[in-house]
């Protein structure tokens, strides 16, 4: 069974950093392109970085890009979102995503960051 | 950045109506364009890939079509479960863009 399990969230204070990791099983992690997708409360999906097989390459949306890092380690089946300086906008609900056939396939349960003074 | 519109933003419906969810592209995209359904405290998930291929073990009441700039997911007979969020992505940049979503809400 394909499983996404983000962790690392919490509150964290504008200008400060936080590291998110998601944890796969249920498939050949290094295969696969992965993603980080984020959706503020009650408001709608955003796409925020995606990751080649090797992490030799990465995008990133324009209102992350210099302040968040994405990596993977194959060998630990784990993706990773370093978050520095934050937002008080950064506020939302953070999803990891594997991506097949140009769509994304399977998701993980989101993980909570909070950005607050 | 390719810009992803959808029309309505939100609509209200009957079981067994038929829905239709409009997206559209600021550039050609040809059939780079993905559907989601994301119901409340629910992670999305995947409906329809390439415009119009159905992902596996969705029901045959969904189907997509389009290409170039103008998309569109229809719900053939509306269902229950099918109360909820819809949004289109598209991957024909490196910058994989979201609509602003769709809401389906019980008339």
């Known amino acids: 069974e394909v499983q996404l399990v983000e962790s690392g969230g919490g509150l964290a204070q504008p200008g400060g950093s936080l590291r998110l990791s998601c944890a796969v099983s249920g498939f050949t992690f290094g295969s696969y392109w992965m993603h980080w997708v984020r959706q503020a409360p009650g408001k709608g999906l955003v796409w925020v970085s995606r990751?080649?097989?090797?992490?030799?390459?990465?995008t990133y949306a324009d209102s992350v890009k210099g302040r968040f890092t994405i990596s993977r380690d194959n060998a630990k089946n784990t993706l990773y979102l370093q978050m520095n300086s934050l937002r008080v906008e950064d506020t939302a609900f953070y999803y990891c995503?594997?991506?097949?056939?140009?769509?994304?396939?399977?998701w993980g349960q989101g993980t909570l960051v909070t950005v607050s003074s | 950045d390719i810009q992803l519109t959808q029309s309505p933003s939100s609509l209200s419906a009957s079981v067994g109506d038929r829905v239709t969810i409009t997206c559209r592209a600021s550039q050609s995209i040809s059939t780079y364009i993905n559907w989601y359904q994301q119901k409340p405290g629910k992670a999305p998930k995947l409906l329809i890939y390439?415009?119009?291929s159905l992902q596996s073990g969705v029901p045959s009441r969904f189907s997509g079509s389009g290409s170039g700039t103008d998309f569109t997911l229809t719900i053939r007979s509306l269902q229950f479960e099918d109360f909820a969020s819809y949004y289109c992505?598209?991957?024909?940049?490196?910058?994989?863009?979201f609509g602003p979503g769709t809401r389906v809400d019980i008339k």
């Open positions: 390439s415009a119009s």
């Open positions: 995503a594997r991506e097949a056939r140009l769509a994304l396939d399977y």
């Open positions: 990751i080649d097989l090797d992490g030799s390459s990465t």
């Open positions: 992505q598209q991957t024909y940049s490196a910058s994989r863009t």
